[in-house]
């Protein structure tokens, strides 16, 4: 029997679709450094960016070419990150990103060397792209109801 497994700091990142009703969750990532969640944002915020008009895309890229610093040392000094993404195209919808310092605790029945048996059942990426297509905003009627 093998001793206790030390905890691991890290990070978890999230991405949560937001609409009118619901915050669903569509994609997380943990890492292990600060570099890798950074790198995995701009892996999914690049594929978003096609949803979003050129107003709304020119803040997410200066945060691609020059947030990335800055967002770094935060992340590394325990600081909370957010990206709120709103495309007009899409009212009453955005798409969320958050990443924060966490500390990873072991699980027993954990392999190493693969992902656990419950990772197949979330969603990736893609699904925010397919999403934000498929999203229909409520209609004047509906909101009327409510």
């Not at 691991?8 to 292990?32: K, M, N, R």
């Not at 979003?52 to 992340?75: I, K, N, Y």
Request: overall charge negative.
């Amino acid at each position: 029997m093998t001793g206790p497994r030390p905890v691991q700091p890290g990070f978890w990142s999230e991405c949560l679709l937001i609409t009118p009703d619901t915050d669903t969750l569509v994609a997380s990532y943990d890492a292990h450094t600060a570099g890798e969640t950074l790198r995995w944002l701009r892996v999914v915020v690049r594929m978003l960016q096609s949803v979003l008009t050129d107003d709304e895309a020119e803040p997410v890229t200066f945060w691609l070419l020059f947030g990335q610093e800055r967002s770094h040392a935060d992340l590394e000094q325990g600081q909370p990150l957010e990206l709120t993404l709103r495309p007009s195209r899409r009212p009453g919808l955005a798409v969320r990103f958050t990443a924060r310092p966490v500390i990873f605790l072991p699980l027993l029945d954990r392999d190493v060397r693969q992902p656990p048996a419950c990772s197949q059942q979330w969603a990736q990426p893609m699904a925010v792209a397919t999403a934000l297509t498929q999203y229909a905003p409520p209609t004047r009627a509906a909101l009327d109801q409510r």
